[in-house]
């Protein structure tokens, strides 16, 4: 597993905790967190994806967005999932989901960290479809 920089403790401890495995590699001088076998809920035609997650310099001041996975989700019922984009990383294709916070979800530093994004990114995959 490459460890090219450091997680905190509570990043350590929530990967631990949800039994994933994970890498810390830069790319271009960018800082991106590999998650490693992510479960992703049905109704995707795939059970478990690797996600990556751009982690800024002065993260966790600053906020993670986004959510890169690969491979690429797609529906089981051909329906189009929105606003995606590809993205060269590590070798790989990943599928970009551009999903933010809002002005009612902003991130809060000293209470939002990578838990708490993991928990945006479950949200935005179950409500994908519930949109429909």
């Known amino acids: 597993m490459r460890r090219q920089f450091q997680l905190s403790e509570a ?6 905790a949800r039994g994933l495995g994970w890498e810390a590699i830069v790319e271009g001088g960018t800082r991106w967190l590999l998650i490693l076998e992510y479960p992703i809920s049905a109704p995707y035609t795939v059970a478990t994806a690797t996600v990556a997650l751009r ?35 590590d070798g790989r294709q990943f599928q970009q989901w551009s999903r933010h916070r809002t002005a009612q979800n902003p ?20 409500r994908e479809f519930e949109r429909q």
């Open 11 to 16: 990043d350590e401890a929530e990967l631990a």
């Open 107 to 126: 991130w809060r530093p000293g209470e939002d960290d990578l838990s708490t994004h993991l928990i945006l990114i479950d949200d935005w995959l179950r």
């Open 55 to 89: 982690l800024d310099p002065s993260y966790p001041s600053t906020q993670i967005d986004m959510a890169y996975f690969h491979p690429a989700l797609a529906a089981k019922d051909g329906r189009a999932i929105r606003q995606l984009s590809l993205l060269q990383l």
